[in-house]
């Protein structure tokens, strides 16, 4: 059994984009399609598994994707609160 090393590629960009700090999503996201690509298989293949999976997995997605705005509200909403405190204090 001959092993592929070139599949490892996706792990070294998965690294590599977290070392840098990427945004995750397009990180995984990038890594599975060089992976796949490198694998045989072709783009148009790869865009519809990665269709058809954000389709079966759509409320997991919507989570994902509005965390950043819960937690921007809550910092929006901290500050001002602090803002509040500290214009009662004085």
Known sequence: MI?????FIGIA?????FSFKIDSLVVV???AIVTALIGGIG????LEIL???FVMNRG???LILTLPIIRNIGAIWSEGTGRQIDSEGH
């Open 3 to 7: 092993i592929n090393w070139w599949l």
């Open 13 to 17: 960009i998965i690294v590599l984009g």
């Open 29 to 31: 996201i990038v890594a």
């Open 43 to 46: 783009f148009v293949e790869v």
């Open 51 to 53: 269709g058809s999976r």
């Open 60 to 62: 997991m997605t919507v």
